[in-house]
């Protein structure tokens, strides 16, 4: 939040930092009711896109929410993969038997 706070007012974090708490708070608030910057422009292409891919009979495609179009961050794309990888693996291991005793490798 500093950062977009020190770009939007054009000044240095350090002096942004400097700014008392009650401005930092309403700054904060005024960012959360109205978002600027990179996280609007993410939000408002995903609207649009939502839109024209929901374009058409609803029997021939599958409902898209904004959501499904916005860029993720790359360390949360990473955990996701990282979750449906493991799924994956669990799903093709195979149970064993009560009782069966693994066999070591040679």
């Known amino acids: 939040m500093l950062c977009r706070i020190s770009l939007l007012l054009g000044r240095p ?3 942004v930092m400097a700014l008392p708490v009650s401005d930092m708070n309403l700054l904060t608030a ?6 600027w910057g990179p996280w609007r422009d ?4 995903g609207l649009i896109a939502s839109a024209v891919a ?3 009979p609803k029997k021939l495609r599958r409902v898209m929410s ?3 179009f916005l860029l993720k ?3 949360a794309t990473q955990t996701q993969n990282r979750g449906s ?4 693996l669990r ?3 195979k149970p064993r038997p009560k009782g069966a005793k693994v066999k070591p490798s040679d």
Request: aromatic share 14%; proline share 10%.
């Open 13 to 15: 974090p350090s002096e």
């Open 30 to 35: 005024y960012w959360q009711d109205e978002p």
């Open 42 to 45: 993410n939000l408002h292409a």
């Open 54 to 56: 929901n374009y058409g």
């Open 66 to 68: 904004w959501k499904d």
């Open 73 to 75: 961050p790359r360390i």
């Open 85 to 88: 990888l493991l799924a994956a």
């Open 91 to 93: 799903m093709m291991a």
